[in-house]
T-cell receptor, first 111, second 111 residues
Framework: EDQVTQSPEALRLQEGESSSLNCSYT??????LFWYRQDPGKGPEFLFT???AGEEKEKERLKATLTKKESFLHITAPKPEDSATYLC????????????FGAGTRLAVHP | DGGITQSPKYLFRKEGQNVTLSCEQN?????MYWYRQDPGQGLRLIYY???????QKGDIAEGYSVSREKKESFPLTVTSAQKNPTAFYLC??????????FGSGTQLSVL
C-alpha cells in the first residue's frame, strides 16, 4: 500500500536556526515528488518537483533533496515568514497525476 | 491573472441538505481535482477529471458527486449521504503529469 509519512509533525525554530523536514514514502513507480507550502486557511502553494534520486532544487532558504525512499526539505537560516505547513506528495506513474499527500509538518519560526 | 477560483470561502450545511462548491479555472488545464483536508491528515482525493464530460472516483467519493460540462468548471456537490462533511475542500487543476495548482479552498461546516 502506498504510504507517505512526514516528520516531525510540528517543529518550532528560532529565527536563523537551520533544520530539515523529512518525507518517507512508499509508492509503486515514482513519477515525481512534489513539495508544497500551505498557510492557514489557504490552498497549498507549489515549491518543488523532484524526479530522480540525487536531484536537488533550491529556492531562497529552502532546498529539497530526493533519495529512493525519502525526501528532505532543508531550511537554512529561517525567518518568521517561513512559518507554514509543508506538504510532501509523491506521484505515482500511471494514467493520471495521482499525488499521495503526507499530513505535513507545521513549522513555526520565532523571532 | 490566471488561476483557480473557489467559492464560497465558507459554507454551512443543514442536515439532509445538498450543497455545491464551485471551482473555476482559467489556466486552460485539462485535468481538475477535488481534495478533502481534515486536521492532522493529508489531502484525500474525492474525484478527478482528465477531460470534459469524463470524471473518476478518487479514494473517498462516497457521498459526493461532480460534473465536468465545461473545461473551466468542476463543481462538487456534497450530498446528504455524506455524514461527516465538515472539512476544508480544495480544488486543483494541472496539465497532464505536471504540478497541481490549488484554489484557496472552501471550509464546509454543519449547522
Amino acid at each position: 500500500e502506498d504510504q507517505v509519512t512526514q516528520s516531525p509533525e510540528a517543529l518550532r525554530l528560532q529565527e536563523g536556526e537551520s533544520s530539515s523536514l523529512n518525507c518517507s514514502y512508499t509508492v509503486s513507480g515514482l513519477r515525481g515528488l512534489f513539495w508544497y507550502r500551505q498557510d492557514p486557511g489557504k490552498g497549498p502553494e507549489f515549491l518543488f518537483t523532484l524526479y530522480s534520486a540525487g536531484e536537488e532544487k533550491e529556492k531562497e532558504r529552502l532546498k529539497a533533496t530526493l533519495t529512493k525512499k525519502e525526501s528532505f526539505l532543508h531550511i537554512t537560516a529561517p525567518k518568521p515568514e517561513d512559518s507554514a505547513t509543508y506538504l510532501c506528495a509523491p506521484s505515482e506513474s500511471g494514467g493520471y497525476n495521482k499525488l499521495i499527500f503526507g499530513a505535513g509538518t507545521r513549522l513555526a519560526v520565532h523571532p | 491573472d490566471g488561476g483557480i477560483t473557489q467559492s464560497p470561502k465558507y459554507l454551512f450545511r443543514k442536515e439532509g441538505q445538498n450543497v455545491t462548491l464551485s471551482c473555476e479555472q482559467n489556466l486552460n488545464h485539462d485535468a481538475m481535482y477535488w481534495y478533502r483536508q481534515d486536521p492532522g491528515q493529508g489531502l484525500r482525493l474525492i474525484y478527478y477529471s482528465q477531460i470534459v464530460n469524463d470524471f473518476q472516483k478518487g479514494d473517498i467519493a462516497e457521498g459526493y458527486s461532480v460534473s465536468r460540462e465545461k473545461k473551466e468548471s468542476f463543481p462538487l456537490t456534497v450530498t446528504s449521504a455524506q455524514k461527516n462533511p465538515t472539512a476544508f475542500y480544495l480544488c486543483a487543476s494541472a496539465e497532464r503529469g505536471e504540478k497541481l495548482f490549488f484554489g484557496s479552498g472552501t471550509q464546509l461546516s454543519v449547522l
